[in-house]
């Protein structure tokens, strides 16, 4: 019985199939913006977030704040790190070490092609493995630095790739930095972090040598003992850092960050993107609704003899009811479907355009099987609470009432 039910709800369709497919326009519409915008953000949450990946609980950044200029973090502020902070910051409770991170930006010459590169320094001694190890840094050809080299770089793995420069940079390879001649003794292995790809390893006394020693730092690298205590430790930092830099709280001119604390806030304001792109997406899945409301009531009316056929010949209420229910959910179903198909075709192929126009696999398009089983039943339940009422309709309607207003 249900299964004829469903066949005349087809064929009802089929009839109408211009009108039903003007129908479904608004739910695959809303549909297809849930699918798509959804999915870009959750991709570019997901390739954002990814890129703190390499940093672990147990590490805090320190960075000045305020006028930033062009280059790389913590360069360019009015009032910038001063070298005899860390020594400091290391006398902190709970902090295991403090680290003076260099930053210079370049041009970086290989193959008769440039590029800009930030270097970063690489401290000696057990501050090497230190940050060796906060970064998680490998070589996938040749080898890391070592105390002692001279004029040597370690380069992130996108200038070993073919498009940088025309050809990969290897080790052994000879490459200008802001003119000045250096010996890549290694590649790093990939790290899906955009920074850390693109990033330039010298020794800090190269550096230093090489781009001037003017008493500041861009970051200074804490990593603390216990990752459990992070949160005082921060505090204590802060104290410290007002305290040295005569600030008031609430007017710092700095910032110590974590990267707990970095990907909560960014989390935060995604949330607050995709609950605006969701409340749009509702009001378009709800327009849809009212079009499915206004296409069944009519179709109640224009049916009005077929209903009073049905029912003089014995089919019940709810038989009328259950036919008029199931096309009004198929109009929300089919809608859905298509809807679901062409917000992937926008997610992956917008996501596509986007890395191809920058050149970046920083967007990405992430849909899963839990949003597309959500869109495809939110879009059924929509179709099916707008069909209610002219299922109600024309399940009440009187066999001889009917017949006789059918002129």
């Not at 930095?177 to 590649?187: C, F, N, R």
């Not at 259950?322 to 926008?346: C, P, R, W």
């Amino acid at each position: 019985m249900l299964f004829d039910q469903f066949r005349l709800a087809v064929d009802g369709l089929k009839r109408r199939r211009l009108r039903s497919w003007l129908t479904m326009l608004g739910i695959f519409i809303g549909i297809a913006a849930v699918v798509s915008l959804i999915g870009l953000g959750e991709g570019l949450r997901n390739a954002i977030t990814s890129q703190f990946d390499f940093l672990s609980a147990d590490i805090l950044s320190v960075e000045a704040q305020g006028l930033a200029l062009a280059g790389p973090p913590g360069t360019g502020t009015a009032t910038p790190l001063t070298d005899d902070l860390a020594a400091k910051i290391e006398k902190v409770s709970g902090v295991e070490a403090a680290i003076n991170r260099y930053m210079e930006s370049g041009t970086l010459e290989f193959n008769d092609r440039q590029q800009i590169g930030i270097a970063i320094s690489m401290p000696d001694g057990d501050h090497r493995r230190i940050i060796e190890t906060m970064l998680n840094v490998e070589a996938e050809d040749g080898r890391l630095l070592k105390d002692g080299d001279k004029r040597k770089l370690v380069l992130g793995s996108r200038f070993g790739q073919d498009e940088m420069f025309g050809k990969g940079v290897k080790a052994g390879d000879r490459v200008l930095l802001s003119g000045i001649s250096y010996e890549v003794v290694g590649i790093m292995k990939r790290k899906g972090n955009f920074f850390m790809d693109a990033a330039v390893l010298a020794n800090e006394n190269v550096m230093l040598d090489d781009f001037g020693d003017d008493g500041t730092v861009a970051i200074i690298g804490v990593k603390v003992k216990d990752p459990s205590e992070a949160g005082r430790i921060k505090e204590d930092i802060e104290k410290l850092l007002r305290k040295e830099r005569d600030v008031k709280e609430g007017e710092e001119d700095f910032s110590v960050s974590s990267p707990e604390a970095t990907l909560a806030q960014l989390n935060s304001t995604l949330f607050a993107v995709q609950l605006f792109v969701y409340i749009i997406a509702i009001i378009s899945l709800l327009v849809g609704g009212i079009g499915i409301m206004n296409t069944m009531y009519t179709a109640v009316i224009e049916r009005t003899k077929e209903i009073g056929v049905m029912k003089s010949i014995g089919a019940k209420n709810s038989s009328v009811f259950t036919l008029f229910f199931i096309e009004s959910g198929l109009l929300g179903a089919v809608g859905g479907l298509i809807g679901i198909a062409l917000g992937l075709i926008f997610a992956y192929g917008l996501a596509a355009l986007g890395r191809a126009a920058l050149g970046v696999g920083l967007i990405q398009a992430k849909v899963s099987l839990g949003l597309i089983i959500g869109a495809l039943l939110f879009s059924f339940v929509i179709g099916t609470i707008a069909g209610v009422l002219p299922a109600l309709q024309a399940s009440k309607l009187q066999p001889v009432e009917a017949l006789r207003s059918v002129k």
